[in-house]
């Protein structure tokens, strides 16, 4: 007998979403994004303000190219594959703003556009 996934949260099909690239489990709703000007370790990364089906790691300081931040390693609880981190702590008052949030890298996630939730809808003219 085979068991399938079960993810913690599903996000609305309707909306955009983004997803692990690996086992396809919600990551975060277009709407909590801020910032697509991050930087990763592995390249380019989506800042978020609040993510679902992530589990997170221990704090540790890391300098980072802001500056120097107190970070938690995060990763999809369904596959277990590290994704980002999660700012706890900023030293910096100019970098306060992202105590709190998340960064996943595009490395590992897939965009979704909700367009099977407007297949079923007639355009107004």
């Known amino acids: 007998m085979t068991r ?3 993810f913690q949260a599903y996000l609305p099909s309707c909306h955009r979403t983004y997803s692990c690239i690996h ?13 697509k000007s ?10 978020f303000n609040a993510v679902v089906n992530v589990g997170c790691g221990q704090a540790e ?12 390693d995060i990763f999809c609880e369904s596959c277990k594959t590290t994704l980002g981190w999660k700012y706890e702590h900023a030293f910096e008052s100019s970098q306060k703003y992202k105590e709190g949030k ?5 490395a590992h996630m897939i965009k979704d556009n ?7 809808t007639t355009p107004t003219l």
């Open 114 to 120: 909700g367009w099977e939730g407007l297949a079923n």
């Open 38 to 47: 991050f930087q990763g370790s592995q390249g380019r990364a989506y800042l």
């Open 61 to 72: 300081e890391r300098l980072l190219l802001t500056g120097l931040h107190a970070v938690a």
């Open 102 to 106: 998340f960064i996943i890298e595009l």
């Open 4 to 6: 399938s996934k079960t």
């Open 23 to 35: 086992c396809r489990a919600h990551l975060a709703n277009h709407d909590e994004l801020i910032s």
